[in-house]
């Protein structure tokens, strides 16, 4: 890596990183939590104030009302039909009576009465009101019944009218306390709602002077943390393009490292071909002269003991046997048939001496063609060839190998299976298998393809091909 990024890459650690540091306190969420529980209270608090107004208070005065409404009806028909209006009767007056018992019963006991429901109220000062107002009316019921049986002795200035009238102004004065009272409830619950309408104005603006300042000190901290990551973005960047220029480096070194490895395969294989040369040449040509100046020796020499005879014997099968080892070694070095029959020639040759020295059975498809090679691809294939059969003697424990060899205007594919006990992953990918290395890296330079599989027991496949032209 370059030694400015280096540099760049030992910036101090941003205070994002530090677990102490915080966008939000955490005191800030809990007194918000604590704050939305008063303000649901005080919702609550004000909403069964309300709720106990319309439910509870208004049905009450309705029905204080309705007494009081009822009973001036009563007393003003009993003064009617005192007074002799026909129209009117009894009944009517005891209607009008029993709806105001009715209502006054509702709002101790409860109920359902005139289309509306009655909650019986908890105040005591209000329920002895009402049955106050309910001995009352039994009093002035049993007054109106006794001055319409009586009217002779009831008329307007009697004691019987003094007393009727003095009893309904008692009843209409007590109908109104409750009134009244009601309406006092009503007057100290509205105040209670009003505070509490104060406090959940108040609350609700420290929720949101809080909520406030949360978001300012997230917006303060957001920014800070905007500002650091692009730092570390900027950083990082630095370092990936550091990254990148060395693994160009190390893509152009690994190219090099191919080429001298290409390189020195190919002054290799030239190498082996002058010693071969050399070898089969001037080796060769000694040889076959010293072979040739030892039968001239013996032709000279008709009488000799044959102890000498035997001596010469054996030196000139010593000489064939040099001859042949010099002709195999020259053959291993570069075998002459690929140069002069081609690659197709090269490897049925190969076969034919595997098969000689392993016992293994090989089977060769190769159908002949006339598309001459490339020098560099029939020398890589040839190679590739040996160094693969070569395996399999030694690895495979195979007893029959098949070979496919093909050639066509645009590659030429290699594809040999053994029967043997099959490679596995572990072996394909071992960085210690170097016979397999060097097959993929003399494929790859050739921008050939290279695949071998294998299966326990099922034997092992291995296919090449790489992409020539004709010359």
Known sequence: ??????????????????????????????ALFFLLLMVIGIVVFSFQKGLEMITVYAPHINADTEIKLNVSVAHMWVEEILAGDTTKRMEDVEKALDRAGKNAQAMLEGGEYAEQVIIPLEDMEIRNMVKKVIQELKEFRTIAQYRLSHRETSLTGSPIDYRYDKMYSTFTKNADQIKFRLMELISIDLKYF??????????????????????????????????????GKEKLEMEIEGHIETEDRLFKSKEQLRGLSNQLQTVREEEKANIAREVHDELGQTLTALKMELGC???????????????????NKLIDDTIKSVQ????????????????GEAVRWETSEFEKRTGIQCQLQWPP????????????????????MTNISRHSGADKVVIELQMDAQQVSLEIFDNGRGIVSSEIFNEK??????????????????????????????????????T
Request: glycine share 6%; hydrophobic share 45%.
């Open 328 to 343: 195999r070694i020259a053959t291993e070095l570069r075998p002459q048939i690929l140069d002069v029959l081609g690659l």
């Open 297 to 315: 020796l013996n032709n000279d020499l008709p009488s000799v003991p044959d102890i000498a005879r035997q001596r010469m014997d054996g030196m």
């Open 1 to 30: 890596m370059p030694a400015d990024v280096a540099t760049k890459m030992e910036a101090p650690v941003p205070f994002y990183s530090n677990p102490n540091w915080g966008i939000i306190s955490r005191r800030i969420p809990i």
């Open 194 to 231: 009003k505070v509490t309408q104060y406090i959940l104005i108040i609350v609700c603006c420290i929720i949101f002077l809080v909520i406030g300042l949360a978001l300012y000190r997230f917006e303060y901290f957001r920014d800070s943390v905007v500002r650091a990551l692009h730092q």
């Open 433 to 470: 298998s170097l016979g397999l290395l060097g097959i993929r890296e003399r494929i790859h330079f050739l921008n050939g393809q290279f695949h071998i599989t294998g299966n326990p027991g099922e034997g092992t496949r291995m296919r090449m091909t790489i992409p020539f032209g004709t």
């Open 369 to 388: 063609t006339n598309i001459v090679l490339n020098r560099e691809i029939k020398i890589t294939v040839f190679r590739i060839f040996q160094e693969a």
